[in-house]
């Protein structure tokens, strides 16, 4: 019964997260802008920190790019310090950009997420998408921009600047490990054709192992990345998909999971199925990075 259902969880996870040449892999392209306009409307609030109650333009992209797993200093002028320079022709979504609306340097930061548009907490309006050529006001105010992660459309960004701490949560290796007891694979043959994982890595026989049955497959490279993480909106993809799950009545609602988010329907099924009831704070927590307890939580009620 494990066997029928486990093979195919990694398998559609595999299809679904993609997998990056790095290590330290957060998120994508369409993680940072669903997760950036999952609050818009949010008030302003000069120094707030609380997106419910109101945040300040700096506050809300340090708490967009921490549901990404990736750390920002607290404010505007101390963001503008962190990640690398990027001209204005060279953005790409993810870029941090940088404007001056006080006449004195640096005063309001956003999110750059294409086609000429960015993101951002605005005293006016609350969190909204602006132009950045707007001429007139933001073009004339801006300032420069910097890179913290090099997201991309192929499901895999670089973080440059945080750390994961994976006694916490469930990467690829451990995810593997996992799977191979599961099975009752023979872990004995260390010989991984991953070029990433030597015979020497506690990864290596589970991967060589899930490899040889086609459960695990490299990336573009020929590379495992064992330590690449997953959002729990990945997950709950991963986990419908591979139970083939149907909505079962009523589901409960969460802040973080907007009706035109790219997950809400998967999100809706495993609530429904009462295999998640959120993180207890009316949030769902689509974009956090998925724990080790979590995965055991979600893998054991599926089990039942």
């Not at 990027?86 to 004195?104: C, I, Q």
């Not at 000429?116 to 921009?145: C, E, L, M, Q």
């Not at 990336?219 to 990945?234: A, I, M």
Request: with cysteine; net charge positive.
């Amino acid at each position: 019964m494990k066997k029928r259902w486990l093979l195919p969880i990694f398998a559609s996870f595999m299809i679904f997260t993609g997998v990056g040449a790095n290590n330290t892999e957060a998120a994508t392209v369409s993680d940072l802008t669903n997760t950036a306009k999952d609050y818009i409307g949010a008030p302003y609030k000069f120094g707030g920190t609380n997106i419910n109650t109101g945040v300040d333009c700096s506050a809300y992209t340090q708490f967009v790019f921490s549901k990404l797993g990736i750390s920002l200093d607290r404010t505007s002028r101390a963001q503008y310090k962190q990640g690398t320079s990027v001209s204005k022709n060279a953005l790409e979504a993810g870029d941090l950009v940088f404007f001056n609306t006080s006449g004195s340097g640096i005063s309001h930061v956003g999110i750059y997420i294409g086609s000429g548009n960015f993101i951002s907490a605005t005293p006016s309006s609350g969190v909204r998408i602006d132009k950045i050529n707007d001429p007139y006001y933001w073009g004339s105010r801006y300032i420069g921009a910097k890179r913290i992660a090099d997201f991309t459309t192929e499901e895999k960004a670089e973080v440059k600047s945080a750390q994961i701490d994976f006694s916490v949560y469930a990467s690829r290796g451990e995810v593997a490990i996992q799977l191979a007891k599961a099975l009752g694979l023979d872990v004995s043959d260390k010989n991984s054709p991953f070029p990433d994982v030597k015979p020497t890595s506690k990864y290596a026989g589970a991967a060589t192992a899930l490899e040889k049955l086609g459960i695990f497959g490299g990336d573009e490279n020929g590379k495992f990345n064992p330590n690449s993480p997953l959002t729990r909106g990945q997950l709950a993809k991963v986990l419908v998909e591979a139970f083939d799950l149907k909505q079962q009545g009523n589901a409960e609602v969460f802040s973080d999971v907007s009706s035109s988010h790219w997950a809400k329907d998967y999100v809706s099924i495993l609530s429904s199925n009462k295999i998640t009831a959120g993180k207890g704070n009316g949030t769902f927590g689509v974009n956090d990075n998925v724990t080790l307890k979590h995965l055991d939580i979600f893998l054991e009620r599926l089990a039942k």
